[in-house]
Nanobody, 127 residues
């Protein structure tokens, strides 16, 4: 079992940047595909970005492609989300998630496929 904790949320002006971190417990971090999801005010949780077990495969939602970068550091058991050119529409609670295995793009983007979740961190982008 893996436990996830997010760090790095906060308040930023539009056009600014933030880096989120997701620290994972346990010795088998490299066995898990990881992802970021977000839930805006009054909205459903949606996929943001995902990264495969080795870090060579990444997927992004079209809304963040070119602005956000997902990465992972197995030595630190941590996944990151670098968010640049933030806009007010990026305001949401960001949660990281983990699941065993790999699969097609759809397997990385479906929240129901992820077994382990962090508590979430708030990101607020002011205009």
């Amino acid at each position: 079992q893996v436990q996830l904790v997010e760090f790095g949320g906060g308040l930023v002006q539009a056009g600014g940047s933030l880096r989120l971190s997701c620290a994972a417990s346990g010795p088998t971090f490299s066995n898990y595909a990881m992802a970021w999801f977000r839930q805006g005010p009054g909205k459903e949780r949606v996929f943001v970005a995902a990264i495969g077990r080795s870090g060579t495969i990444t997927y992004y939602d079209d809304a963040v492609k070119g602005r956000f970068t997902v990465s992972r550091d197995s030595a630190k058991n941590t996944m990151y989300l670098q968010m640049n050119s933030l806009i007010p529409e990026d305001t949401a609670v960001y949660s990281c998630a983990a699941r065993l295995g790999s699969g097609s793009r759809s397997a990385y983007t479906r929240s129901n496929d992820y077994r382990y979740w962090g508590q979430g961190t708030q990101v607020t982008v002011s205009s």
